[in-house]
Every structure is written in C-alpha cells, then in structure tokens.
C-alpha cells in the first residue's frame, strides 16, 4: 500500500515551454500533496504544499507563478513549470500524505532538464 | 523553526558490521520522526517512524531507531549491513501541528562486500 506515482519520469524540453507533472496516490486518499526539489548530493528542498481544493502554500523563494501547482483531486496533484530555463533542470519529487497520518509517501521524481 | 542535523556525511562500513547514523533535531515541542532511504536510481522509501510509546521502533530491513528526548536524538542502526544497504539515508522530522517534512542533509552509506 502507500504507493505515490509521478509521471512523466524523464522530460526533456526547450527553454521557454512549460512542462507539466503529474503526482498520482494510487492506493490511499492524500488531503496533502507536497513538491520538492532535489538538487544532486543534497537533501530534499520543499516548494510548496498543496491541500484538495485550495491554493497551494509555496515556501519563500519560490515562483508562484513560475510553477503551477494544481490539487484537483485526493489523488492527484499537478506541477506545471512555466517558461522553462536551463536554471530549472532538476529532479522534482513529490510526496503524498495519507489522509489522518502524519506520514509522506514519496513519488520517483521526475528528472526535467531544459536545454 | 525546527532543523535537523545529520552529522555523518558519508559512511564506509564493510558487510557484517554494525551501523549507528546519528540525527538530531532541533524543536523543543513534540515530534514525529523518520528515516528514509534512497537506493540509487529509486525514490524515497520510509523506513520507520516513531510517533509515540515505544522509543525503539523497528522498521523493515533490519532497521532500528531509538528516539532519546532529552539529547533530542534519533539515531538509525542496524547489527549487521549489508552491500544491499548501500544507499543515501535521511532523518526527516514534523512538529505538532505543522504538516511540513524536515529534511537532514543525509548520510551516504557504502557497504564494502
């Protein structure tokens, strides 16, 4: 049980697209999604934490409008980065908490990379 | 604001031997508290949590943690590892009413078959 998805796991695009990303609970209802960064040999850095059917909290220093979140669902949460650059290429992680837990599970990540 | 340290940055053990990575946590309130781990080339994976009652908790693999109130601890071991243990290890800590993840720097751990 516990198992979060995200898709796509790789995405590669030019600068100035936006990328969307999708963080699926598949088997548990998640009121909290939250979307991290991870930047190679650290530790997880948080962007923002989005609750079904409100406007997600985005930690200081991160762009709102720069990456979307969207909770459309208890299952589902989206990242759209906007207006990619080369500056935006990392692994964006995302994590579900089950409803009544204090506990995350995490998703694969998505490696994105903006040439 | 709460933080959390993890002091050891990388860790070579040989297989068999036993293993403490230490983590704490700066809060003075109540905490829960995790360990996860990430394989190469995988996610995250929770390894165990204290949330309450017993302050050793077993988690899978052979993993323990003991949480120490007083010296704000909660150090991960295991017996005897394995080259299957090779991995990035990170305590993760939540305070009472605050639903936000956070995150130690992590410990690289490297199992010598």
Not at chain 1, 37 to 43: I, N
């Amino acid at each position: 049980g516990a198992v979060v998805s995200q898709h796509p796991s790789r995405v590669i695009c030019k600068s100035g697209t936006s990328v969307k990303i999708e963080c699926r609970s598949l088997d548990f209802q998640a009121t909290t999604m939250f979307w991290y960064r991870q930047f190679p040999k650290q530790s997880l850095m948080l962007m923002a934490t989005s609750n079904e059917g409100s406007k997600a909290t985005y930690e200081q220093g991160v762009e709102k409008d720069k990456f979307l979140i969207n909770h459309a669902s208890l299952t589902l949460s989206t990242l759209t980065v906007t207006s990619a650059h080369p500056e935006d290429s990392s692994f964006y992680i995302c994590s579900a908490m089950e409803r009544g837990t204090d506990t995350q599970y995490f998703g694969p990540g998505t490696r994105l990379t903006v040439l | 604001a709460q933080s959390v340290s993890q002091h050891n940055h990388h860790v070579i053990l040989s297989e068999a031997a036993s293993l403490e990575l230490g983590c704490n946590y700066s809060y003075g309130g109540t905490v829960n508290l995790f360990w996860y781990v990430q394989y190469p080339g995988q996610h995250l994976q929770l390894l165990l949590k204290y949330f309450s009652g017993d302050p050793l908790v077993k988690g899978i693999k052979g993993f323990e943690a003991e949480f120490i109130k007083s010296k704000f601890s909660f150090n991960l071991r295991k017996p005897s590892v394995q080259w299957s243990d090779t991995a990035e290890y990170f305590c993760a800590v939540i305070s009472f009413g605050n639903e936000k993840l956070t995150f130690g720097t992590g410990t690289r751990l490297t199992i010598i078959p």
